[in-house]
């Protein structure tokens, strides 16, 4: 038999032998399509028959494919084809192996386990184990040094809560230093201000900064890079507000180191009128809260022990126990306007940062009718530090909070804060703190955990006016990764976190932003072996 296509592919003929004359002629209309490439078509399919015979029969050689109908064929080559990959080839036996639960006490005692990935290797081509013994060894093997690592971060964790909770031998020196100066020098008792500069304290033409603390060395710090790097210090007025037990030891310092022509005022808690009348809400909540906290922490240990949870959600619960969240220092400033009744607007600054940047500025800023002017915590480069919402701090599964609050909302920051008391005055905001804090003292602690910026961002929500984040650079205290020359270049840096710059647990790279506002030739500082480093 012969065929026979002509040249423009419209006739197909098919001859039956030689020498018989009968044929079959099929005539092809003429259609819009190519026949020609109706031809290439069959002349493709040809040579992918070929390619498939080929495979199969590589397949067959490795001794891989197993298939013995067309059917079973196509499901190996279909993918293949289509570019897709292939079924996995892992045994089924090791997934049911790996996701078998292992008992809490099956691994102890043990030493058969390998102890590292070189060991594994070296018993499994010496042992010659099939699939199911290879995934028991590695389910072992993953398990134990999962519980391991899971222990030592806890552990990094324990270490760290009590290394920053603890008040360093240094600064523990020169407090009591400084105490016994004030008791046996005059000049450390000198009244801050000065008389005549007194007026000055209730002067909304200088531009009032207020620093809460109860630690000297950190005080001095802020208080010097504000007045060294402000283009006109003598409008500086900075309140400083501290504890009874810190007043003599802080009065000694800056009465011995002046920062003229800045004025400094140096005050106790009790020494403010409004605080000593009545009850105060917020040393009732911290009473409430601090009752809540024993109870239902059971203490560092209980937390550590417990197996189940995430280490970071434990180390949370360490971060909840230190004692600045339970510190008046970290609650006052919610009472400003009542502090400072005369004052239209302040700048509120967090111990733990260094100003780096002349900041008078910031009362050029129109707050349009807003109370706090500060840094947003959702947006920025480090996407570590620079991406905290409400969902990071409120607990959203909680009713009382989803049913007012959007998770996705973006938070902001303490640390630097410009508050308008004018405008503050004409809410009742210190009331809604007062109101959700005592709300989260009665749910045992349910709404947040810790801190005072959850009822914060609560009490100031839509109150807040949003300023550059050069201001304001967070995270110096838990994020080492933290470019030393970005950090360098911003207004105000913040060593928020445990990591605190007067503790040996801080970032070496990341201190002398911090170092550098102290004399360490000062009399005080060289006898309680304060160092750089």
């Known amino acids: 038999m012969q065929l026979h296509i002509s040249p423009s592919l419209r006739h197909v003929t098919v001859f039956p032998g030689k020498g018989f004359k009968e044929f079959i002629k099929v005539k092809v209309a003429s259609r819009r399509v190519s026949y020609r490439m109706l031809f290439y078509s069959l002349l493709f ?6 390619f498939v015979f080929v495979l199969t ?10 298939c013995s109908t067309i059917g079973c064929l196509g499901k190996r080559l279909g993918p293949r084809i289509l570019g897709r990959g292939s079924k996995t080839t892992v045994p089924e036996v090791i997934y049911q192996t790996l996701d078998q639960p292992l008992g809490k006490d099956e691994l102890q005692g043990r030493s058969d386990i390998p102890q590292t990935l070189e060991e594994f290797m070296t ?3 010496a042992g010659g184990y099939d699939a199911k013994t290879f995934s028991v060894k590695l389910r072992e093997m993953i398990t134990l040094m999962e519980q391991r690592t899971r222990m030592a971060k806890i552990q990094e964790y324990l270490y760290r809560h009590v290394a920053s909770s603890s008040i360093p031998k240094q600064l523990h020196c020169l407090s009591l230093r400084l105490a016994n100066e004030h008791t046996n020098n005059a000049a450390a008792r000198l009244q801050l201000p000065l008389a005549e500069l007194v007026p000055a304290l209730v002067d909304n033409s200088y531009f009032h900064f207020v620093l809460a603390s109860d630690n000297v060395l950190a005080a001095s710090v802020v208080a010097t890079s504000l007045v060294h790097n ?8 900075l309140h400083i507000i501290t504890d ?6 802080m009065q000694a310092w800056f009465s011995l180191h002046s920062l003229s022509p800045a004025i400094i005022e140096v005050k106790a808690l009790h020494h403010f009128d409004w605080f000593t009348k009545g009850k105060v809400p917020v040393l009732e909540a911290m009473e409430k809260d601090q009752k809540v906290r024993s109870q239902f922490r059971g203490g560092s240990s209980a937390i550590i022990s417990n197996t189940t949870e995430k280490p970071q959600v434990i180390a949370a619960k360490l971060q909840a126990l230190s004692p600045k969240y339970n510190s008046v220092m970290n609650h006052i400033r919610i009472h400003l306007p009542e502090l400072f009744p005369s004052l239209n607007k302040v700048v509120f600054l967090d111990d733990d940062i260094v100003v780096q940047t002349d900041l008078s500025p910031l009362w050029d800023i129109d707050m349009n009718g807003k109370v706090n002017g500060a840094v947003e915590t959702c947006s920025g480069e480090d996407k570590f530090v620079m991406s905290k919402r409400l969902k990071n701090y409120l607990n959203f599964s909680h009713p009382l909070i989803s049913k007012h609050f959007n998770p996705n909302e973006c938070a902001w920051a303490y640390g630097m804060n410009i508050f308008d008391l004018e405008a503050w005055r004409k809410t009742n905001i210190s009331n809604i703190y007062h109101y959700w804090v005592e709300q989260n003292i009665k749910s045992d602690l349910s709404l947040w955990q810790l801190g005072t910026l959850p009822p914060g961002l609560i009490a100031f929500h839509g109150h807040v006016h949003i300023i550059d984040p050069f201001w304001h650079m967070l995270g110096l205290g838990y994020q080492e990764n933290t470019s030393f020359t970005d950090a360098e270049s911003a207004g105000v840096v913040h060593f928020n ?4 710059p007067w503790l040996e647990i801080a970032f070496p790279q990341l201190r002398p932003l911090w170092t550098k506002y102290i004399d360490f030739s000062d009399k005080f500082i060289k006898s309680c072996h304060i160092r750089a480093s």
Do not use: H, W
């Open 123 to 125: 018993e499994m081509k």
């Open 497 to 500: 976190g445990r990591a605190k």
């Open 57 to 66: 029969a590589v397949d067959g050689i490795d001794g891989q494919n197993k």
């Open 244 to 249: 009874r037990k810190t007043y003599y030891s």
């Open 45 to 50: 399919f040809t040579f992918l028959l070929r």
């Open 230 to 237: 402000c283009l006109r210090p003598q409008k500086v007025v």
